[in-house]
């Protein structure tokens, strides 16, 4: 009987495995929203990474998080990071790495806790009319073999907690 449970346990850590093998390893996340002011405004708001404090569901999830910042908010080089005991926050920093002034910026977010990694946000404007923008986060990321068979997992979630943030700074904007 315990031959069995072994080969039938080991028969699914198989299955994982090498579904895990076909399964992308990098991959590109974005959410879009569109907010009642004009492109300048929403890009003058969105480039200052302190504002995250308002609008962002992972830096707003424990109201504990220890933040500090290095260097001039809203330019390149400037860096946000967090320690948290809360798991779903952790630790790691995000740096301004490229500005389109008016237009997007680009963030490196180098995570170390709870698990370590590296990935990107770029987040960019566009004016769709008179009084409105389409603001868009693509975040792009990689997850290593075998945890990459968590991939359409981590992209419901992550969609979730974008469009989540996007929605908060929505009405933070449009106040």
Do not use: C
Request: charged share 20%; aromatic share 12%; proline share 3%.
């Amino acid at each position: 009987m315990l031959q069995i449970i072994l080969f039938i346990f080991t028969g699914i850590i198989a299955l994982i495995l090498i579904a895990a093998a076909f399964m992308k390893k990098e991959y590109s996340i974005s959410a879009s929203i569109i907010i009642d002011k004009p492109q300048f405004e929403v890009f003058n708001y969105i480039k200052f990474l302190k504002n995250q404090e308002k609008y962002s569901k992972w830096v707003m999830a424990d109201p504990n998080v220890m933040m500090t910042y290095t260097g001039k908010d809203g330019e390149v080089g400037f860096k946000a990071a967090w320690v948290s005991k809360d798991k779903n926050v952790g630790v790691g920093e995000l740096e301004i790495v490229d500005i389109i002034e008016g237009v997007g910026y680009n963030v490196e977010i180098r995570f170390e806790k709870p698990f370590k990694g590296i990935s990107y946000a770029n987040n960019f404007t566009e004016s769709i009319g008179n009084h409105q923008t389409k603001i868009t986060t693509v975040f792009d990321t990689k997850t290593p073999f075998p945890m990459n068979i968590m991939v359409p997992i981590i992209t419901k979630m992550l969609t979730k907690d974008m469009n989540e943030n996007l929605t908060n700074l929505k009405k933070n904007l449009e106040i």
